[in-house]
């Protein structure tokens, strides 16, 4: 299997570091064969970073970049949105108006103005609510997520995690969410949609990657198997970080790892 990390974030992003050259000449030396940007773009006006991201700088690096590793290495132009369900016609536009290799939609935010992903903000999170209602409702957006046919990508799929299981008590019970996240799984096989593998839970409180492995089993049962391998790094030293494991993953699943290039899929299994 190829080496790919498809979910990377440089300077192009507020909370990124490193030229897209920076990241590039590290995966060279690494042995990746496809890397992936994936900037953050945020398109809520209440938002600290509301559309900061430069889309003609963005371009114009990625471009130069290009055509210096041509031979050496595929490079992709991706952009992952923090998804909310009333935000859902200003990511089209922006999407109609911005090409990009692929384009992943994440959850970071619940109930309008609940975080979860940032360790503060996922503290006041499960302070304002119920374990199983800070879940549901990640979910249950997750699933809007899907059908709103906007993404090519779901990333981290069960970020909730990242915060959610310090305030888990025993086991986790995947099987009170299975309706939710299996309709989920539906939607994204309806659409031909890729489930993000992404490594940083192993760097995080869950000690693996996201999603959990149960809920790759659940996705393969209701007909999933297109995936994207991510580290989610924003420091070109963690570049690839555990891509071992997540190609593990694909293997004990039986999940077909995809590329995208113009927004469509391209296998790398073989």
Request: charged share 25%.
């Amino acid at each position: 299997m190829k080496m790919i990390d498809l979910h990377v974030h440089s300077a192009q992003s507020h909370d990124g570091a490193g030229t897209v050259a920076d990241w590039c000449e590290l995966a060279v030396e690494r042995g990746v064969s496809v890397i992936g940007f994936c900037e953050h773009l945020d398109l809520d006006e209440t938002d600290t970073y509301f559309n900061q991201l430069d889309y003609d700088a963005y371009r114009a690096e990625v471009a130069a970049v290009r055509e210096r590793f041509a031979d050496r290495l595929q490079i992709r132009m991706g952009v992952e949105i923090g998804y909310l369900p009333r935000l859902e016609k200003e990511i089209a536009t922006w999407l109609e108006q911005h090409p990009v290799d692929f384009a992943m939609g994440s959850v970071h935010t619940i109930f309008e103005n609940a975080g979860v992903s940032g360790e503060y903000d996922a503290i006041e999170t499960f302070a304002r609510y119920e374990f199983w209602e800070v879940y549901e409702e990640f979910f249950g957006q997750t699933l809007s997520l899907v059908k709103s046919g906007l993404f090519d990508v779901v990333g981290h799929f069960d970020l909730v995690q990242r915060h959610g299981s310090h305030y888990l008590k025993g086991e986790m019970e995947w099987g009170r969410l299975y309706g939710l996240i299996g309709r989920a799984f539906e939607g994204m096989v309806l659409r031909q949609m890729a489930l993000e593998i992404n490594t940083s839970g192993l760097r995080q409180k869950p000690k693996a990657c996201y999603p959990d492995p149960k809920l790759l089993t659940l996705y393969r049962e209701l007909g999933g198997e297109q995936v994207t391998l991510g580290s989610d790094a924003h420091d070109p030293t963690l570049l690839a970080a555990g891509m071992d494991r997540a190609e593990e993953l694909v293997r004990a699943h039986g999940l077909r790892p995809v590329e995208f290039t113009d927004r469509q899929p391209k296998d790398l299994s073989g």
